[in-house]
């Protein structure tokens, strides 16, 4: 007939009521979480250059699209881009999603042998650097 003893109170482990995490486990949580976000921060913020792209892209169709209809309704291009907001054409001038402002836009005259009227023919980006297919802003 073997006895076999009860372990003491310090032969067991440390957590004696089952609660409670030990060091090498929050280590490995830590170590699982941290390649997790080397996986996804990278594409995180890959994924937020390509979106604010895409608004910027946007927002210059709208700002054309709004000169082009003023020339159509006027017979001449607006002074500045806030005469598209006073004649009703735009509710307000768009912000460039790279700068975040609205007031870096490259207004662009008409060129010299093109016979119209007014100061704002084409608008461009006036944000620094290029995008992700290697164009610079401000050639959009």
Known sequence: ???????????RAPRADGRGFT???LLVVMAVIATLLMLAVPRYFAGLERSKEAVLRQNLQELRESLDKFHGDKGTYPGTLEDLVSQRYLRRIPVDPIT????TWIVVPPPPDVAVKGSVWDV???APGVAIDGTAYQTW
């Open 1 to 11: 007939m073997s006895t076999r003893c009860a372990p003491t109170r310090s032969a």
């Open 23 to 25: 060091l090498i486990e």
């Open 100 to 103: 975040d402002s609205a007031q």
């Open 124 to 126: 461009r980006s006036g």
